[in-house]
């Protein structure tokens, strides 16, 4: 095996443009964005967030605290020392008041818009794009959430929140909102036993920059995420390039030249396992070292990140390796090499669009993104950014048994699909 894979390692480097394509293409790339989207990047990072809401208003809460009064002074569940101190909490801190409050609250009022206005009106001004979403609260709200909390009947009444397209400013709108609400509900749920309605425990969010301990910074400049997310992406090519050289053995009937000397034909396939496993893991790491060496990218980190920054890539690496495996065993199967090279490129391709490192993974829909988190380039992009934030060793340990599991089934059906003696297409 190692005279194959000492074979495949010559290959690759008598070919010197692959070797300048390796090595220079992906820095060149890496500066080129870097300084090209720094602009957009610093504008989109200063930018100050002013999200509209328009509130339509249906429910008559007053009516339905006095029909909520009527009734817990005639229920039996609740004992009659406390039935004065529920009442009381609710018309301290009624539902619809005290959500309207929180949205006209000074720790929103920065950033969130809001207009009280009617359901038509709301509807219109969201088609139109004056308002990023509407919220409605639905006529008996009140009066179902608290029989719901304190009397235990019916189901829980659900507000209705709509916009026109999902945005990151309505995910923003809604998640504000979703959060008071559920803090609102347990200040309730406590009063039951005893406790009081105290919505100022409730945590309205804080604008401001959170730092973290080291002076670590919480979130990529732009130079760090094409650094991650280009390496990433030129190693999964990595697997394609030593698997395409499949074909070109094949025509040459190299394979078949091979099984004739009864070397073991496996020895073929894990030549080329093992050599792409070593220019992947040399690829990266020349990505890693010559951006930070270019622009700094990796500035004032620990000897225990570059450790994590190297561990994790050699676990990618190594599923880069599974992949190339399984590649060049299909390859060996096909009849056309050059199809068989188009269709693991489009699968390349498609890992690194889904998996962000052509656009950031944000940008997509939430059923791809969870897809691309169980691509291999997905997976290992996400682990480096949350390495690259927190330096938790715990963050590791599961991404990368999940990439190793992923490797070790990939070479196992490899092995399966590697033709023997005489099966050569």
Known sequence: MLTFLIKDLLLFWRDRKEV??????????VVVLSISMSGIFEENQSENYDLSLSVVVEDDQSEAIEEFKASVSQSEQIANAMKQNVIAGVEKAPPVESLMQFLNSPELEDWITVNTM????????????????????????TSQLLSNIYLDQG???????????????VDMVHDVIQGFLDQMNLQYAVSTSGGEVDMNQ??????????LADDQSFSLNIDQYFTLSMGVLFVLFMA??????????????????????????????FGKTCATFILAWLQILLIFIGSHLILGTFSDRSFTFWIGMVFVSSVFCFAVAGMSSIMTSISLRLKNPEAADGIFMSIIMLFGTIGGSFIPIYVLPDWLQQI????PNGLTLA???????????????????????????LIFVSIILHPKKGEIS
Do not use: C
């Not at 409730?202 to 730092?211: A, D, K, N, R, S």
């Not at 070109?248 to 078949?256: C, D, G, L, Q, Y």
């Open 155 to 169: 189901t829980e009444p659900a507000l209705k929140f709509s916009a026109e397209e999902t945005a990151v400013e």
């Open 240 to 269: 394609s390039t030593v698997a395409s050289r499949t074909g070109v053995e094949k025509r040459e009937h190299t394979f078949n030249r091979i099984t004739l000397t009864n070397t073991p034909a496996l020895h073929f396939l």
């Open 383 to 409: 682990v480096l950014i949350e390495w690259f934030q927190f330096e938790d060793l715990s963050t590791l340990w599961m991404p990368s048994i999940a990439l190793i599991g992923f490797t070790l089934i």
């Open 20 to 29: 300048v394509t390796v090595i220079i293409l992906p820095l060149v790339i």
């Open 202 to 211: 409730v945590q309205l969010p804080e604008g401001g920059t959170e730092t």
């Open 118 to 141: 009617s359901e038509s009106e709301a509807a219109e001004s969201v088609e139109k794009g004056d308002h990023h979403a509407m919220l409605v609260i639905p006529e008996g709200y």
């Open 372 to 375: 691309g988190e169980f691509t």
